[in-house]
Structure formats: C-alpha cells, structure tokens
C-alpha cells in the first residue's frame, strides 16, 4: 500500500505545521496499513530557488528522521517533490534533483488553466529531452480547466503516470471521472495528498476501498505491482 502523494515533512509548504503533526500523520497513515509513502513538498520555482527548496527539505527530513523510531509501523519513507509546472521546466538542468531520490520520476503539477501548446511542449521536453517519468499530481483536478481540450487530449495522450487523489473519490462527479479515467488508462497511481489532520487527512484506505469495490481487486493488485516496481530503485529515508 503506497501513498505517492503526501505533505508530511514539517514546516516547509502548506502541509505539516510542524514536527507532532508530521508524527500524526504518519501514525495515521500506519494505522491505515500504509507500507511505503513519499514525501512531496510543494516547489514553486517562480517563488523560491532549487537551492533554498533542497536546503529547506533537507532541514525538515532530519526533523522527521529524529521521530521516526518513535512512531509504530511507519511506513518506509521516501522523498521527492510536487513541482509546479514551470516556463522552462522541460529544460531546466536540475529538475532530476526533484525527482524520488533514486528515481526519474517527477510528480508534476499541471497549470490550474486552460492548456495550450507551449505547456504541451514542456511536458513533451521532460520526458524527452530529460527523460523523465512524468507522474501528473491530481489528473482529475485539470479537466474543468480545458474548455478546449485539444492539449489536454494530446497530454493525456502522452507516456505519463498519472496519480489520482484518494478524497477524490468521495464527490459524486469526481469520482465517475476519476473510474471512468482509470478504466481508459493503465499507468494510474493513488496518493492521499494529505496535508493536516483535519480538512485534508490520510484517506488511502478509504480509496483503495471503492477502487476494489469498483474497479475489483485484481485491478488495485495491479496498480500496487505497478507502484513497487516503480520505486525499485528509490532510497529511503
Ligand atoms: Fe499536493
């Protein structure tokens, strides 16, 4: 059970405030049964340098490695970034830095906005030029931006992994997206996007729950098989 997608290191974006909610989490997602999670600060590269983010998440790694022999079952950590889509990203030399450690994939956040060819373009060169593996953050939440949706069937289109949020599966219309999506394409993960306790917890579990119930269980077998081996070559925390 993966959780691919998470704000749990402290302090360093609009996640965890601090070092008892980052133990909070993870506890919570133990408990859930979560056996492996990734890390994914936020990095906004219009509002902070490569150098203050890694510097930033470097600081609040070790403050989770000082709790986390405190904490039962934790999950087995790993680290990377949410990056938010960038001018210039399918050619910035340092975005293998923000990758899962050990990895070459980048989890992307796409524009919250129409699409168009130049965006296209980027995500083209990521994958590439650089050859990344592209994971797009929380496909379900970009649709209602494409009023045209010639990019986003060119995008969608694309050798991407798409990542799915677990809470999307609660609301009506997203979640007859978010299956309808996942029937049609095969390179799909879940992440919780967890950032509190409160108005965005831990919901894997809850997730996977009517991913089986709709989709079957041999379905979610796959999508973990899938997961595992994509983080072969990660290291942990
Ligand atoms: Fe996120």
């Given at each position: 059970m993966i959780d691919f997608h998470t704000h749990v290191l402290p302090g360093i974006d609009d996640g965890s405030k601090g070092t008892d909610m980052s133990k909070q989490m993870l506890e919570e997602s133990a408990r859930q049964g979560i056996t492996k999670l990734v890390a994914t600060p936020h990095f906004y590269a219009h509002r902070e340098s490569f150098d203050h983010f890694l510097e930033k998440r470097e600081h609040a790694i070790q403050k989770v490695l000082g709790i986390k022999d405190r904490i039962e079952n934790i999950p087995q950590l790993y680290v990377g970034a949410e990056v938010y889509f960038f001018p210039g990203m399918g050619n910035?030399?340092?975005?293998?830095?923000?990758?899962i450690r050990g990895t070459n994939l980048l989890l992307l956040e796409m524009p919250f906005a129409q699409w168009d060819k130049t965006v296209a373009q980027e995500v083209h060169k990521i994958i590439e030029k650089q050859k990344l593996q592209v994971i797009l953050a929380h496909v379900e939440r970009f649709p209602g931006f494409q009023k045209d949706d010639k990019t986003w069937k060119e995008i969608t289109q694309l050798p991407l992994i798409f990542q799915i949020n677990t809470e999307s599966f609660s609301g009506f219309r997203s979640r007859h997206f978010c299956l309808k999506f996942m029937k049609e394409h095969e390179q799909m993960l879940l992440g919780s996007d967890t950032h509190n306790m409160t108005s965005r917890p831990q919901n894997l579990k809850e997730g996977r729950e009517t991913v089986a119930k709709k989709l079957g269980e041999e379905y979610l077998a796959k999508l973990d098989q899938r997961g595992e081996k994509l983080l072969e070559t990660a290291t942990t925390l």
């Open positions: 910035a030399e340092r975005l293998p830095e923000l990758c």
